[in-house]
């Protein structure tokens, strides 16, 4: 069984910064990608950012120059840096991976539970 933990959202004011973090567990061979997606109430769940293993990234425009996604092989752990903050990057912070547990298993994507970052004015 895997799990994706994220950690690190809150409130912080216009202008601020957070660090989340996302920890896999469990059966893991290998994590083919990693990423963010964002989500707001009555929305669908947005793409925020991702990294393949081979250090592909990939930015939704919105958060350019603002937001750096990396990652950890050896902790199995994901970052998403946010900079710069604004009341519109305000929702719930989903952490997805592409993961294989097993050699010989196909690969399966993982999702968190989520974690709320505000940013107030």
């Known amino acids: 069984q895997v799990q994706l933990v994220e950690s690190g959202g809150g409130l912080v004011q216009a202008g601020g910064s957070l660090r989340l973090s996302c920890a896999a567990s469990?059966?893991?061979?290998?994590?083919?990608?990693m990423g963010w997606y964002c989500q707001t109430p009555g929305k669908q769940r947005e793409l925020v950012a991702t990294?393949?293993?081979?250090?592909?990234?990939n930015y939704a425009d919105s958060v350019k120059g603002r937001f750096t996604i990396s990652r950890d092989n050896a902790k199995n752990t994901g970052y998403l840096q946010m900079n710069s903050l604004k009341p519109d990057d305000t929702a719930v912070y989903y952490c997805?991976?592409?993961?294989?547990?097993?050699?010989?298993?196909?690969?399966?994507?993982?999702w968190g539970q989520g974690t709320q970052v505000t940013v107030s004015s």
């Open positions: 469990g059966r893991i061979f290998s994590i083919a990608s």
């Open positions: 997805t991976a592409v993961i294989r547990s097993m050699w010989y298993q196909r690969e399966n994507e993982y």
């Open positions: 990294i393949t293993s081979g250090g592909n990234i």
